[in-house]
């Protein structure tokens, strides 16, 4: 399964990176209130990262962003943008989340942006992420939550995964992501939800935004 998810998006990757912002209000949002969170000297990870555009975009405000995506044309992407803006505090890997291996405390701030429903443990690596995180450490992330919209497609979606149709998507509410969350350990520091849910196909997707600190 996983690497039909790999398949998936090493196909996409360059259409994916042409693609525009589906919300750039609401994305542009995002970027504020994680910049709020943001100081000088912070280690960050992001992992599923994509083409690297929303950790270009953050590297001004940290120290160094780690930058991890299983896909490895999504990262040589990335690579070539971070390169275009000769943005040097950033290193990008093709490497999961699943196989970091870090020290515990190890980061100021961990980002998980459009990613965490397209996990098979969701739960394992919330917890995981509290554990590389410093104390007074956030990990924001941005979820598609499609059991608040879409419960009927948990019925299908492994026949489209099996035919590498689409990726691995998990289906799972709001109240699920937030009590595994605080089941990890941490405490909501904030949370945002735009008002209208976007439509992609036959998708109708309203995502999530939480900033989680670990106390």
Same mark, same amino acid.
């Given at each position: 399964?996983?690497?039909?998810s *790999? @398949?998936?998006?090493?196909k996409?990757?360059? %259409?994916?990176?042409?693609?525009p =912002? !589906?919300?750039?209000? &609401?994305?542009?949002?995002?970027?504020?209130?994680?910049?709020?969170?943001?100081?000088?000297?912070?280690?960050?990870?992001?992992?599923?990262?994509?083409?690297?555009?929303?950790?270009?975009?953050?590297?001004?405000y *940290? @120290?160094?962003?780690?930058?991890?995506?299983? %896909?490895?044309n999504?990262?040589? =992407? !990335?690579?070539?943008? &971070?390169?275009a803006k000769?943005?040097?505090?950033?290193?990008?890997?093709?490497?999961?989340?699943?196989?970091?291996t870090?020290?515990d405390?190890?980061?100021?701030?961990?980002?998980?942006?459009?990613?965490?429903?397209?996990?098979?443990?969701?739960?394992e690596?919330? %917890?995981?992420?509290?554990k590389?995180?410093?104390?007074?450490?956030v990990?924001?992330?941005?979820?598609?939550?499609?059991?608040?919209?879409?419960k009927?497609?948990?019925?299908?979606?492994?026949i489209?995964i099996?035919?590498?149709l689409?990726?691995?998507?998990?289906?799972?509410t709001?109240?699920?992501?937030?009590?595994?969350?605080?089941?990890?350990?941490?405490?909501?520091?904030?949370?945002?939800?735009?008002?209208?849910?976007?439509?992609?196909?036959?998708?109708?997707?309203?995502?999530?935004f939480?900033?989680?600190?670990?106390?």
């Open positions: 399964m996983m690497n039909n *790999v @398949k998936f998006w090493d996409t990757a360059e %259409s994916y990176s042409q693609q =912002i !589906a919300d750039e209000a &609401a994305y542009q949002k995002k970027l504020q209130v994680t910049q709020e969170y943001f100081k000088p000297e912070m280690e960050v990870l992001e992992f599923g990262c994509g083409t690297g555009s929303t950790a270009i975009i953050h590297a001004p *940290v @120290k160094h962003i780690r930058a991890i995506d299983f %896909s490895s999504m990262i040589k =992407i !990335a690579q070539g943008k &971070a390169e000769n943005i040097n505090n950033i290193t990008f890997e093709q490497l999961t989340i699943e196989e970091l870090v020290g405390e190890t980061f100021d701030v961990v980002l998980g942006l459009g990613i965490l429903h397209l996990l098979e443990n969701k739960k690596v919330i %917890s995981n992420v509290h590389i995180l410093k104390t007074g450490g990990f924001v992330t941005s979820t598609v939550c499609l059991g608040d919209t879409m009927w497609f948990k019925g299908i979606a492994s489209g099996f035919l590498g689409i990726p691995l998507v998990k289906v799972f709001r109240k699920e992501l937030e009590n595994n969350l605080i089941d990890a350990g941490f405490t909501i520091d904030y949370h945002w939800q735009p008002n209208k849910s976007r439509r992609k196909g036959v998708f109708k997707l309203k995502g999530v939480i900033v989680a600190k670990k106390a």
